[in-house]
């Protein structure tokens, strides 16, 4: 969909919104091939990358208050699951032998390295405002009573978040997804020994990580809806991801792509919003 408005907002001919499902469909049929310098890692890294992905859609806040949901889920869970599959990834990179995997890998490290304590500072503020740390007890509090009085602290977190959704999901300005130029590239850099169905399982991946960003955005930060009938609820859920698809293609087409090292800028400014936004919650109370 992001590519699809892209394309629109540059007058180019849109792309059809299930372009990404006709390609992973695609790599499922064609062959796997691995090199000789790999090892077993190269084999198990694409269901390891995936599977805590898969974990975390289960532990994911309700987007109908009444449904069921799992209620430990907290910002450390989260974290934690979502760094175990960037660590395979950085491993498949590393494994392939090849100097722009390890590129790669040691880019993703780096942006990773800052990425992480952002979004526990975010994601715990955000579930104290909703008065438990667990994050989707956070969420169906939050949809049922909105505390006005930390609206301060409740907008530096979305701007926060918003930017680590931008550079954790390898988005312009940290990275364009769209690229093989070796020099600028982070995530290819790591598959690009990849191939056929592993390829397909890495793609999958990365298309569940943005929705599992992009998810929590809609429930942590756009708290309105879930309380209402489930098929309400569900309506105005997809067009809270058709938003956040629309905010996202805006800053990819009105941006270009930093420099590695003017990245840390970006992400110390994520930092400072979530520390920003504990300290005006528990100082000032706003």
Known sequence: MIKSIKMFLLFKKPLSPFQSYIDITKLFKKEVIYSKETSLISKMAPFLIISPLIIVLFLLPPIYNKSFYISFMDAFTITGLMSLSTFFLMLLGLDSASSFGGIGSSREAFISAMV???????????????????????????????????????????????????????????????????????????????????????????????????????????????????????????????????????????????????????????????????????????
């Open 116 to 286: 992480e304590p952002a979004m526990i500072l975010t994601i715990f503020a955000v579930s104290l405002m909703g008065g438990n740390i667990s994050i989707s007890k956070a969420a169906v509090s939050l949809s049922n009573h909105f505390p006005i009085i930390y609206s301060a602290s409740f907008i530096l977190s979305a701007i926060s978040f918003f930017i680590l959704l931008i550079a954790e999901n390898g988005r312009i300005p940290v990275d364009n997804p769209e690229t093989h130029l070796e020099l600028t590239m982070v995530h290819e850099a790591m598959i690009l020994d990849a191939s056929g169905a592993n390829l397909a399982l890495i793609e999958l991946a990365g298309s569940l990580k943005f929705g599992i960003f992009a998810s929590l955005f809609a429930t942590l930060f756009m708290p309105f809806g879930s309380n209402l009938c489930w098929c309400l609820a569900l309506g105005i859920f997809i067009i809270k991801l058709l938003l956040i698809a629309v905010m996202v293609a805006l800053v990819e087409v009105n941006t270009t792509k930093l420099r590695l090292f003017k990245v840390p800028n970006l992400l110390a400014v994520a930092i400072i919003f979530g520390f920003l936004s504990l300290t005006t919650y528990y100082i000032l109370g706003a």
